[in-house]
């Protein structure tokens, strides 16, 4: 796995590597606005995960998921360290971790 020392070289390392697309963190799913598609814990898997810690605040803190679908679909989710951990479903929670 590749080391990177900010949140956007990330990103944009990954988008070069075909993770387009964007998620969205829901209680029992991921979701993909664009192409309008939930994914339950068991139709994805979490490629790569990179935590980033804050300089200046512990509240800058992130994690950013590499996450790929059974049916190809490739994307980015990222998740500020505990903001959602008491609003996912125990599923979800152990799938990010």
């Given at each position: 796995?590749?080391?990177?020392d900010?949140?956007?070289?990330?990103i944009n390392?990954?988008?070069?590597?075909?993770?387009t697309?964007?998620?969205?963190?829901?209680?029992?799913?991921?979701k993909?606005?664009?192409l309008e598609?939930?994914?339950?814990p068991e139709?994805?898997?979490?490629?790569?995960?990179?935590r980033f810690e804050?300089?200046?605040?512990?509240?800058d803190?992130?994690?950013l998921?590499?996450?790929?679908?059974?049916n190809?679909?490739?994307?980015?989710l990222?998740?500020a360290?505990?903001?959602?951990?008491?609003?996912?479903?125990?599923?979800m929670?152990?799938?990010?971790r």
């Open positions: 796995m590749r080391n990177y900010t949140l956007s070289e990330a390392d990954l988008q070069i590597r075909g993770y697309y964007d998620f969205n963190l829901e209680p029992d799913c991921i993909c606005a664009s598609l939930e994914m339950y139709e994805f898997e979490v490629d790569e995960l990179h804050g300089m200046s605040s512990t509240d803190n992130s994690i998921y590499a996450i790929s679908s059974k190809g679909v490739k994307g980015i990222v998740d360290y505990g903001v959602y951990a008491e609003n996912i479903s125990e599923e929670r152990k799938k990010l």
